[in-house]
């Protein structure tokens, strides 16, 4: 049998598709990405899952919607029902490697089965017992209060791209073909960090770096109305998200140089693509919670493997994450019946047919951070009202309309065709159409997977130290 070709996904966590160039945005973000777009094939309309990390990356990795692999807003944790990518592929003689800046991207929630090696980039010290007991130990706690350390300290300073091209770089010269290699770029990600030229490329004309960081980055205190943000402000932010898209767009470019030098670039199935984008101010938000708008839900997904994927080829039918998984087992043809009856997502390699009138779908099971955590992190009684975002969202999208359902009732229907950005909600304009579109969300309504309840999760205090600064835990 000839060698099965290598796998390297990189993900730029919190990348939205309409900040790239190649997705026609008007400033130059991502040159490298769009020179390998002309030899890949890019989906114009790949849509995620969800709007935060653990539930769309458990998307990409089960192909499986997140009411079914049940790492959502409600279950903060992968039960481990299915098996996952890298387990299957693991199975089939792949090592698989995986780099992870993202917290919430590790072995305490779940996310890391199937891996030989996944290195957590914000430890000192990888792979120390998490619970309370070992905790106890001396020498346990001690290398625990390290990584606390390294991560407060040490890891901010190093939480950039140039840090996991290195190791991705390190895992690339030794690692055994054929290869898995999963990597996040975190760049994007409040506070976003642009580097060198970048950080000042797009500032609007008086504002210099050392001014763009006074701009306030506490989302939380955006969201509940504890801080006022001026359109100045949100341009002073697009910029320093475009910086960062940049930077790791040229750590891209860096990344598949070397593997073009090494030969190894025509064996590798190379994917580029994001778990959820970020609201800058739209629709009233920011960050990446309460919403499914597409500023969130819309990703870039590119695909380079010429034996499969014609080069240059744009393709406008919706696509989503959940379809990574079955198309890699049709391009290794695994025999997975096991696997392949509990995939709800389509390979790409399927008939334009099957694909062209494909409905896509995402979920927010839960306001994420609950409310209580919300208010708590943003200075207000627990029980403070929070009208539009204390609610569950799920979408139905087609590729004319989006229909947002809301547990509240707001529901939301766009015409995505004259009103790409999403302003204008039409649901009680056409109620005709908002109901054959509410009716055919219910129908759907994702097979819901094991039965799961809420638990209280047992995290290493560095774990803990970098989710509560990042608003997610209290």
């Known amino acids: 049998m000839p060698q099965r070709p290598n796998i390297l996904i990189l993900l730029m966590d919190t990348a939205r598709a309409q900040s790239l160039s190649c997705y026609g945005y008007d400033r130059s973000t991502s040159p490298y990405i769009d020179a390998l777009a002309e030899e890949s094939v890019l989906y114009e309309q790949a849509i995620a899952t969800g709007c935060w990390s653990l539930p769309s990356q458990l998307s990409l990795l089960t192909g499986l919607f997140p009411s079914k692999h049940g790492a959502h807003e409600r279950h903060l944790s992968y039960a481990h029902e299915y098996p996952t990518l890298p387990e299957i592929l693991h199975q089939a003689g792949y090592t698989t490697l995986g780099v992870s800046p993202n917290s919430w991207m590790s072995d305490e929630f779940g996310v890391t089965y199937g891996f030989d090696r996944y290195l957590k980039l914000w430890q000192y010290l990888p792979n120390l017992p998490a619970t309370a007991e070992a905790r106890a130990n001396a020498l346990v706690g001690l290398a625990h209060r390290l990584n606390r350390l390294y991560s407060r300290y040490v890891f901010p300073r190093r939480n950039r791209a140039r840090h996991v091209n290195q190791h991705v770089i390190n895992l690339l010269a030794h690692a055994p073909e054929p290869f898995f290699l999963y990597a996040i770029f975190w760049d994007m990600h409040l506070p976003f960090y642009p580097e060198g030229a970048?950080?000042?490329?797009?500032?609007?004309?008086?504002?210099?770096?050392?001014?763009?960081?006074?701009?306030?980055?506490?989302?939380?205190?955006?969201?509940?109305?504890?801080?006022?943000?001026?359109?100045?402000?949100?341009?002073?932010?697009?910029?320093?998200?475009?910086?960062?898209?940049?930077?790791?767009?040229?750590?891209?470019?860096?990344?598949?140089?070397?593997?073009?030098?090494?030969?190894?670039l025509e064996n590798t199935i190379l994917i580029i693509t994001s778990d959820h984008g970020e609201n800058i101010g739209d629709h009233g938000l920011m960050s990446h919670a309460y919403s499914l708008h597409d500023t969130l839900i819309r990703v870039p997904l590119i695909v380079r493997y010429p034996d499969c994927f014609p080069q240059g080829q744009r393709v406008q039918h919706q696509v989503q994450l959940t379809d990574v998984a079955p198309t890699l087992l049709d391009i290794l043809q695994l025999d997975r019946p096991d696997v392949r009856d509990e995939l709800q997502g389509i390979s790409l390699l399927d008939t334009p047919s099957l694909m062209n009138e494909r409905l896509a779908y995402a979920e927010m099971v839960a306001p994420h951070p609950s409310i209580s955590a919300l208010n708590r992190r943003a200075g207000l009684p627990e029980n403070t009202p929070q009208p539009d975002l204390d609610r569950a969202l799920r979408c139905l999208r087609t590729p004319e309309h989006k229909f947002i359902w809301a547990s509240d009732g707001q529901h939301a229907l766009y015409d995505l065709r004259r009103d790409p950005q999403e302003y204008t909600n039409r649901y009680a304009d056409e109620p005709k159409l908002a109901a054959t579109l509410e009716k055919a969300l219910i129908a759907w309504q994702s097979p819901t997977g094991i039965s799961l309840s809420p638990r209280q999760l047992e995290m290493p205090p560095d774990v803990q130290q970098r989710l509560r600064a990042l608003g997610y835990i209290d």
Request: proline share 3%; net charge negative.
């Open 198 to 264: 970048h950080a000042t490329r797009w500032l609007p004309p008086g504002v210099d770096a050392a001014q763009a960081q006074q701009v306030n980055r506490n989302a939380l205190a955006f969201n509940t109305g504890q801080a006022e943000m001026s359109e100045a402000d949100f341009e002073v932010l697009r910029a320093c998200y475009d910086g960062a898209l940049a930077t790791i767009d040229e750590k891209i470019g860096i990344l598949v140089e070397i593997l073009r030098q090494r030969g190894r």
